[in-house]
């Protein structure tokens, strides 16, 4: 079975300053590897995923992640945030190709402030 | 539509009276997932319906819960004789392949 620990519940950040939200898995086999990212009152929202290939993934808005293997890590990372970038952020973890059990993490709370 | 639809947005019902939660998956997805957010948590996994296979339901967490969908179509979460910790936000999410779940904007209810 897969697991999914996002160790870090807010972090608040000054406006241009680099953030990383740290996701830890655990598995047997071979994942995919997710970002959400959800706005005040909205759904998730894809940011990222890693499937296959290499292992520093870009997505949307200036985000990306890096999958290590070794650490079985999938920590997010953007070098300068914007104010809009205030949102709950979510890591999930699936069991690779063949499966639709996607497993979520508690979430990180990203907090820009001016 | 062009994304995933849900209704109601929100939903404020008496401890005991039954609800009805509806999704509108993005057409032509195969797929589609509810889950439960309580204030505060992760996603908490509740059912899965694939085409014409049988529903995984390993996540419904009581036998007060129950979800339909007609092949490809509509589903309906139902919730009978609501009790006050299942005050959550509700989301529904569709994907036709594997690597990304598109989400509805959720279904919040609130369990006086």
């Known amino acids: 079975a897969q697991s999914v620990t996002q160790l870090d519940s807010q972090v608040p950040v000054f406006e241009e300053a680099p953030v990383e939200l740290r996701c830890n898995y655990s598995?047997?086999?071979?994942?995919?590897l997710f970002w959400y990212v959800q706005y005040p009152n909205q759904g998730l929202q894809l940011l990222l995923k890693?499937?296959?290939?290499?292992?520093l993934v870009k997505g949307i808005n200036g985000f990306e992640a890096e999958f290590n293997k070794s650490q079985t890590s999938f920590h997010l990372r953007k070098p300068s945030v914007h104010i809009s970038d205030t949102a709950e952020y979510f890591c999930?973890?699936?069991?690779?190709?063949?499966?639709?059990?996607?497993?979520f993490g508690t979430g990180t709370r990203l907090k820009v402030l001016a | 539509g062009a994304g995933v639809s849900q209704s109601p947005s929100n939903k404020v019902t008496e401890k005991g009276k039954d609800v009805e939660l509806r999704c509108d998956p993005i057409?032509?997805?195969?797929?589609l997932y509810w889950y439960r957010q309580r204030l505060g948590q992760g996603l908490e996994f509740l059912i899965y319906?694939?085409?014409?296979?049988?529903?995984?339901k390993s996540g419904l967490p009581s036998d007060r819960f129950s979800a339909e969908r007609t092949g490809e179509s509509v589903s309906t979460l139902t919730i009978q004789r609501t009790q006050q910790e299942d005050s959550a936000v509700y989301l529904c999410?569709?994907?036709?392949?594997?690597?990304?779940?598109?989400f509805g904007e959720g279904s919040r209810l609130t369990v006086l």
């Open positions: 999410a569709s994907s036709l392949e594997a690597g990304e779940l598109f």
């Open positions: 319906f694939q085409g014409n296979s049988a529903p995984d």
């Open positions: 999930a973890v699936s069991a690779g190709s063949g499966t639709y059990k996607y497993i």
């Open positions: 057409s032509g997805h195969t797929a």
């Open positions: 598995s047997s086999v071979s994942v995919y």
């Open positions: 890693y499937l296959s290939g290499s292992t």
